[in-house]
């Protein structure tokens, strides 16, 4: 055993003209190691014809000690000079065996090549994975319209517990949220607004801005960011952690189709539900103006329903209303198919939540300017 | 063999809620000696474990962990024995967003500071230890079967050659040759560095193979503890049981058998 105060290992040499004896002392552990490994690096065999590894005085020994032992004893060996154990114990012996027994090339993780190479790389496997998730998500769309309409035929399969939870939980529970913030931005946007139109006096239309932009656009996108930052991604972490613990496999065993399971009722719960939440978004935005218009203006409440009504047609409401299953739609089944592309491990569903949030968003909003394009080539 | 005790629990109570795992609960273990757990499912072997590792804090009694008592530990003495142990959870619980060889890694980079280098072959020589193929060290834990994430598991444990080694169902999952392999490893390790085993176990072949000492865990304590030869002595209904049912028998019988060369 090491002295105390003496902790370390180390080696000591006795050599004649062909042989090296080298005395290991103190405890060879990983603990050590360090030092071990540096006095070993030191150790010169040229022109010796051998080398003897003396163990005899050899405090502890572990795997690591071992190895440090054995690497050397093999590049010496390289190194042209025979290299041997003396003075081992029983149980050293075997240890020793054992870690010759373990030597084998390592298989390295890969290389990190040309720093320029692997940023092309990585842009080159990012565009194929975008290429990748489109076709998938088509088609996961696809099998969702496809459930979506043998459910229509057959009611009965629809599972309606599991979808009114999903309404409650993606739904009704999301009201608060969407209602303070429509009011908060229907109030900045009228305050805003009459500030530059009353530069050349046309302060009454701050409520027309309000309505229209409100009804047509800023209610429904609100709504839509709120509910994939809330749900899409709430979708993707319950889906996401059921598919590592292989619950989903266990579910196709027993003859239970994941999507009539878990992805339909979500479906359908954010269909119904994204309606009534844009109706509250633009009712809480109408109202947050209407209250800039009431303390900025002077305008009286009766005034300002009277002016919405003239400012408003049938179109601006329908706009809106008819965006908003759309979207629910594709934030529900967007957040499914990031949950269901969760591999192996927790880091995924990490990765997949976040995917399912900013995808969702990214849809909303781009789909939102293809129906912008629509309702004016329809002049609507 | 066995020296001093180098864990000794005394009159341990666990609870969830109102349901008691384990009352008056007594064990040692010894220096150097391979210590099964057996007992029935849901008497609390992995609950025991968990709580000697301080995972699970107990609501009475006394743990003692080479001679400190869990209890009076400062933060820097539980560090330092997180050191002298290493630990396999039931289903191996590796990080999975590192690699094997990262996982072995860990508690190196946690405790030691060595070269990368040596990092890579001490992590290359474990696998190998635990008989992975070499291929395996750049895998991620998801692209492993159950029985080759058990086997990176011990790999972990073993990172630090570590004085103690609990294993929670250690050959559970492994295929019969595996499962000897094991017991060959554990045995060696034990030989070579005298490691200490706390293993909780269903494997009467383990059991037969490899351990010293046997606890059995029944009415939520550890009733008897002995060799194996005692526990074939045992009267108790369970212990009979276990022990001469027709596995018990089989296992007896390969062991007493002359070994076929
Ligand atoms: N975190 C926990 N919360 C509540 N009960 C638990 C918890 N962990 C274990 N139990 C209960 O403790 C008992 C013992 O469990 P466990 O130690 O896992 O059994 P086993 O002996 O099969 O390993 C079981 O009844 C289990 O339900
Ligand atoms: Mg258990």
Not at chain 1, 103 to 123: F, K, L, Q, S, Y
Not at chain 1, 214 to 234: D, K, N
Request: hydrophobic share 50%; net charge negative; proline share 4%.
């Amino acid at each position: 055993m090491a002295r105390e105060g003496e902790a370390g290992a180390w080696l000591e040499a006795v050599q004649d003209a062909t042989t090296l004896v080298l005395k290991a002392k103190g405890d060879w552990i990983v603990a050590h190691a360090d030092g071990a490994d540096k006095s070993l690096a030191q150790v010169d065999v040229r022109g010796r014809r051998s080398v003897i590894f003396d163990l005899a005085a050899i405090g502890k020994l572990d795997t690591t000690g071992a190895w440090l032992l054995h690497r050397a004893q093999r590049q010496f060996q390289t190194q042209g000079a025979v290299a041997t154990y003396i003075g081992a114990n029983a149980a050293q012996a075997t240890l020793l065996d054992a870690v010759t027994k373990g030597d084998r090339p390592t298989v390295d993780h890969p290389a990190h090549g040309n720093p320029i190479m692997v940023i092309v790389e990585r842009m080159g496997r990012t565009l194929e994975e975008i290429g990748i998730t489109l076709r998938d998500a088509t088609a996961f769309f696809g099998l969702v319209l496809e459930t979506l309409g043998k459910t229509i035929l057959n009611p009965r399969r629809m599972r309606l517990t599991s979808t009114v939870y999903h309404m409650e939980q993606a739904g009704l529970n999301a009201v608060p949220i969407v209602s303070l913030i429509s009011f908060l931005i229907g109030a900045v946007l009228a305050f805003q607004g009459a500030q530059q139109l009353r530069k050349f006096g046309g302060e009454v239309f701050t409520v027309n801005l309000v309505a229209i932009s409100f009804l047509r656009e800023v209610g429904i996108l609100l709504t839509a960011i709120m509910v994939a930052g809330r749900s899409g991604s709430a979708f993707a972490a319950q889906i996401g952690s059921m598919k590592v613990r292989e619950e989903i496999d266990a579910m196709r065993t027993l003859g239970l189709d994941p999507a009539e399971v878990l992805v339909l009722p979500r479906v359908i719960a954010l269909i119904v539900m994204m309606p009534l939440l844009g109706f509250i978004a633009a009712f809480m935005g109408l109202s947050g103006g209407g209250l800039v218009v009431l303390l900025n203006l002077g305008m009286s409440p009766e005034m300002y329903i009277q002016r919405l009504y003239d400012a408003l047609d049938f179109w601006d409401v329908f706009t809106g209303v008819i965006k908003a299953p759309v979207f629910g739609l594709l934030i529900a089944v967007i957040g499914c198919f990031e949950g269901m592309k969760v591999e192996g491990s927790a880091e995924s569903v990490g990765q997949r939540t976040t995917a399912s949030v900013v995808e969702g968003i990214f849809t909303v909003i781009v789909v939102d300017a293809f129906f912008s394009i629509l309702f004016i080539q329809l002049g609507v | 063999m066995t020296g001093d005790a180098i864990i000794s629990v005394r009159d341990l109570k666990t609870q969830f809620g109102d349901q008691v795992i384990h009352e008056h609960l007594d064990l040692d273990i010894y220096a150097g000696e391979v210590l099964g757990i057996v007992g029935g499912s849901g008497t609390g072997k992995s609950v025991l474990l968990r709580t000697i590792l301080g995972l699970n804090p107990p609501v009475a009694g006394s743990i003692e962990i080479f001679g400190k008592l869990r209890s009076q530990m400062t933060p820097e003495d539980a560090h330092a024995v997180e050191r002298r142990w290493g630990v396999l959870f039931q289903d191996g619980a590796l990080f999975s967003s590192l690699t094997v060889t990262q996982n072995i890694q860990v508690p190196l980079k946690e405790h030691l500071k060595l070269p990368v280098q040596l990092m890579n072959e001490i992590a290359a020589l474990k696998i190998a230890l635990v008989g992975l193929p070499a291929e395996a060290g750049p895998k991620y834990p998801s692209e492993l079967s159950g029985g080759m994430r058990k086997r990176a598991g011990l790999a972990r444990a073993l990172a630090l050659d570590p004085e103690i080694v609990f294993l929670d169902e250690p050959t559970a999952g492994l295929d019969p040759i595996g499962a000897s392999a094991f017991d060959e490893l554990i045995k060696n390790l034990q030989a070579t560095l005298g490691l200490t085993v706390f293993m909780v176990t269903h494997d009467l072949d383990s059991l037969y193979a490899i351990c010293d000492r046997i606890a059995v865990l029944a009415d939520k304590r550890v009733i008897v503890t002995g060799p194996i030869s005692e526990m074939l002595k045992q009267e108790q209904p369970w212990i009979r049981e276990y022990f001469h049912g027709p596995r018990g028998r089989a296992a007896m019988a390969a062991k007493s058998a002359p070994p076929r060369s």
